[in-house]
């Protein structure tokens, strides 16, 4: 543990540390070791660095830092610092809610146009539980051309929300999965109007101040706040310092909040231990939704849902503008880690990270070894496969040797080992494939799951069609809506000294590369609007003079913008 008197120490006395990483632990040498490996391989001592806290059933097993908190000044980053967490903002305005419903002041079944005056017809399919689990079909209003506008100043949640009442629905609610922050927008405000204050002043008074949160507060860029620490975007020339453009209203009750690591143990603690929900609300935030078709989302409220190497994980990341933050829980063996960097970058490096580390600390080695099924298993499961929500999807199952290949869609074969009969995965990604099978033990179907995913069903075809489907080319996939004159968005954006987002088309279709980024594909959503379907994010491009001449990057309540340079 820290020494009290080491709490009082100024942050400037820090300075003359050198900047090396450094971790106190409970946890076996070896294993302590191994976790710090994790990220010392990863954050060098002289850039923008990260904190991280593992518990064990509530217990500290784990206190790590690496690299700079504040990298002109050289001082090295501390455990106790205060970083912005961008959308792990999402676990208390979830968490909000879920103490209405436990009081009955709140359904998770109310309509959205039974709790904020005004919104029209489209709010009537809208439930709360669809707000909490991105399922609402709204638009994302970070692709709302009008809100780069104001972000510079202050914004009511009302004018947050006026940049998407009246758009048209992407989907129908509760047909499909979508990160979206406008969901969340619409929670902070039906919080207000059931308790007449404002989002900021229930979260301080039923969750922050009751847990000593000292550090958890709105992350007011203006405001003088002890320990937190800059942040730093990567760019090919080296870190650059990053400068908040976004005003905190203008993320709100979707990713406005600053926290520490200490403040989200305390939170950690409270909530699964029962101290602030009902064993039924706490299973709501933590169990994935299900859609319309009968697919589970992968997100319960605020949480990522997930099963990997069999047992449950849950985790949720938080990205803002020079900052990335993470927390994964493993419910069923009580390990619980946070990680806290200022290192900025289109990617999650610092969450899948947390999620090796946390493991390891669970005692689960470091790589899954798969079981040894009989060849015949094997073969039983080898087959072709429509997907059940999209029958143009195909995925074609091979035997190789002593595990799977499987071929999904344009995915190339990747590996599928055995856990056991009925159980596969695949290293490295973190996705399962369930075995389904009728009563008489033949294969019905696969189920498919990837953390921030969901699932996919895939439906095995029946033994007399196999070889001919096999042989069949496959079928078109949908053709995602058609985009007018994509030409005018192909080209060069800075996004900061020496880093660049590329537009260009590839076979015909608009793709973007940029920070962590390759080829993912642009989907329209609206005018010179398009999500990142497999980044879980958004590109809004500024046309004038029929060519783009900007872009905004938005992914969680990281955003970033860049002018064009060719």
Do not use: C
């Not at 039974?114 to 709204?138: C, D, E, N, W």
């Amino acid at each position: 543990m820290i020494p009290r008197l080491a709490l009082r120490l100024p942050l400037l006395a820090l300075l003359a540390t050198p900047a090396l990483a450094g971790h106190t632990s409970t946890l076996p040498p070896e294993l302590a070791r191994q976790v710090d490996d994790v990220f010392a391989e990863w954050i060098a001592p002289d850039e923008p660095g990260g904190v991280v806290l593992i518990l064990d059933e509530g217990k500290e097993v784990f206190r790590g830092s690496w690299g700079l908190a504040h990298a002109e000044l050289g001082v090295r980053s501390d455990p106790r610092h205060v970083y912005a967490i961008g959308s792990l903002t999402k676990q208390f305005t979830a968490t909000a809610a879920l103490l209405l419903v436990d009081e009955g002041r709140l359904s998770l079944d109310a309509t959205l146009a039974s709790l904020v005056p005004g919104f029209p017809i489209t709010g009537a399919g809208i439930r709360v539980r669809q707000l909490l689990g991105h399922t609402t079909g709204l638009v994302n209003f970070a692709n709302v051309p009008e809100w780069t506008a104001t972000w510079g100043r202050e914004s009511t949640p009302d004018q947050l929300i006026d940049l998407f009442r009246r758009k048209p629905l992407v989907d129908a609610p509760g047909t499909r999965f979508e990160y979206n922050n406008s969901g969340y927008v619409l929670v902070g405000r039906a919080i207000e109007l059931l308790t007449g204050q404002s989002w900021a002043e229930f979260l301080d008074e039923r969750i922050f101040r009751p847990l000593g949160m000292a550090s958890t507060a709105v992350n007011d860029p203006g405001a003088i706040v002890p320990g937190r620490v800059p942040g730093y975007a990567r760019a090919q020339e080296g870190w650059q310092n990053t400068k908040a453009e976004l005003h905190p209203s203008q993320l709100y009750a979707a990713g406005a909040l600053r926290s520490s690591l200490d403040d989200l143990a305390r939170f950690h603690r409270a909530l699964a231990g029962g101290r602030l929900l009902s064993p039924a609300a706490l299973a709501e935030m933590t169990t994935p939704g299900v859609l319309v078709d009968g697919r589970r989302t992968g997100y319960g409220a605020g949480w990522a849902v997930s099963r990997q190497r069999g047992r449950t994980v849950l985790e949720h990341g938080g990205a803002s503008y020079g900052y990335y933050s993470a927390v994964v829980w493993l419910p069923e063996e009580g390990v619980w880690g946070a990680v806290m960097t200022n290192r900025y970058g289109f990617g999650d490096e610092a969450r899948s990270r947390l999620v090796r580390a946390v493991m390891l600390a669970a005692g689960w080695p470091a790589r899954e070894a798969p079981a040894t099924l009989d060849g015949a298993l094997l073969e039983q499961i080898a087959g072709v496969y429509l997907a059940e929500h999209d029958r143009a999807l195909r995925m074609t199952v091979t035997r190789d040797g002593d595990h799977l290949l499987t071929a999904a869609g344009e995915e190339g074969a990747r590996p599928a080992l055995p856990r056991s009969p009925d159980e596969l995965f695949r290293p490295g990604d973190g996705e399962e494939l369930e075995v389904e099978r009728d009563a008489d033990g033949r294969v019905l179907r696969l189920v498919a799951r990837r953390p921030y995913r969901g699932e996919i069903r895939w439906r095995r075809v029946a033994e007399e069609l196999q070889e001919e489907l096999a042989a069949a080319p496959p079928a078109a996939p949908t053709p995602p809506a058609a985009i007018e004159r994509p030409e005018i968005y192909v080209g060069r954006y800075a996004l900061g000294p020496g880093l660049e987002a590329v537009v260009r088309l590839e076979n015909g279709a608009l793709v973007v590369d940029a920070v962590g980024f390759q080829s993912v594909p642009l989907l329209p959503t609206g005018e010179h609007a398009f999500s990142l379907p497999s980044a879980f994010g958004s590109v809004l491009f500024e046309v004038r003079e029929g060519r783009a001449q900007a872009l905004t990057f938005t992914q969680g309540a990281q955003v970033m913008q860049g002018a064009r340079v060719e």
